[in-house]
C-alpha cells in the first residue's frame, strides 16, 4: 500500500520560512495526484490551506504557498507567526482513493 | 455555506458495529461534484481516511478497512452513514464527515467531529 511521507515534526523561528514536503515511499508526487494541504490546531477539523497544489483556499494568509519541489509537493511558510504553529497534513489523490500523509507537527519558536 | 454535522453513539462495545450519520445542511448532497467522506483521526495520531461516497451510490474505501466498512447516502434526508463491523479498542476515534470536491481536489467543508469510544 502506498505511504505518503512528511517530516514527523519541524521547527521555524518567528519570521523564519519553512518548507514542509508530501512524498511518496514509492514514486514521484506529481500536479496529477492534486495535492492539498490542511492546517489543524488541537480539538479542531482541520481546514484546508492549499488545493490541487498551489491554490489557496479562500482566506489563507499569501504567507502560505504551495508547489512542487523535486519528487514531493511542498508546503512553504513565508515569514512564520505564532499562530502557524500546528499540526499539517498533505492528502494525495490516487485515482478513486486519496491518502493522508502523516502529518508535521510545526513549532514556532 | 455547506455544514456538516456528524451524529451517533459515543460508545460502542466491542465487536458491535458502530454507526454514524452525517447531516449535510446548506447544499445538496446530490447536486454532484462532492465526495461524501469519513475519516478518523486517533487520539493524538494523525488523520485517516476511511471512505466516500458520490450521491449515485458509487463508494470507494481505504483497502485497510475495506472489509469492515459501509458507506451508504440518503438522499431524500441529505444524509450519509457509516457502518463499521466489528469494533475493537483500536477503532476509537474522532470521527468526521467531510466534502471532498471533486473540482477543487480538497476537502472543503468538515463536520466537528465525534468521539467514540470502543470499550465494554
Known amino acids: 500500500q502506498t505511504v505518503v511521507t512528511q517530516e514527523p515534526s519541524f521547527s521555524v523561528s518567528p519570521g523564519g520560512t519553512v518548507t514542509l514536503t508530501c512524498g511518496l515511499s514509492s514514486g514521484s508526487v506529481s500536479t496529477s495526484y492534486y495535492p492539498s494541504w490542511y492546517q489543524q490546531t488541537p480539538g479542531q477539523a482541520p481546514r484546508t490551506l492549499i488545493y490541487?497544489?498551489?491554490t489557496r483556499s479562500s482566506g489563507v494568509p499569501d504567507r502560505f504557498s504551495g508547489s512542487i519541489l523535486g519528487n514531493k509537493a511542498a508546503l512553504t511558510i513565508t515569514g512564520a507567526q505564532a499562530d502557524d504553529e500546528s499540526d499539517y497534513y498533505c492528502v494525495l489523490y490516487m485515482g478513486s482513493a486519496v491518502v493522508f500523509g502523516g502529518g508535521t507537527k510545526l513549532t514556532v519558536l | 455555506q455547506v455544514q456538516l454535522q456528524e451524529s451517533g453513539p459515543g460508545l460502542v462495545k466491542p465487536s458491535q458495529t458502530l454507526s454514524l450519520t452525517c447531516t449535510v445542511s446548506g447544499g445538496s448532497i446530490s447536486s454532484g461534484g462532492y465526495y461524501w467522506s469519513w475519516i478518523r483521526q486517533h487520539p493524538g495520531k494523525g488523520l485517516e481516511w476511511i471512505g466516500y461516497i458520490y450521491y449515485s451510490g458509487s463508494t470507494y474505501y481505504n483497502p485497510s478497512l475495506k472489509s469492515r466498512v459501509t458507506i451508504s447516502v440518503d438522499t431524500s434526508k441529505n444524509q450519509f452513514s457509516l457502518k463499521l463491523s466489528s469494533v475493537t479498542a483500536a477503532d476509537t476515534a474522532v470521527y468526521y464527515c467531510?466534502?471532498?470536491?471533486?473540482?477543487?481536489?480538497?476537502?472543503?467543508?468538515w463536520g466537528q467531529g465525534t468521539l467514540v469510544t470502543v470499550s465494554s
Open positions: 467531510a466534502s471532498y470536491s471533486n473540482y477543487r481536489g480538497d476537502f472543503d467543508y
Open positions: 490541487s497544489t498551489n
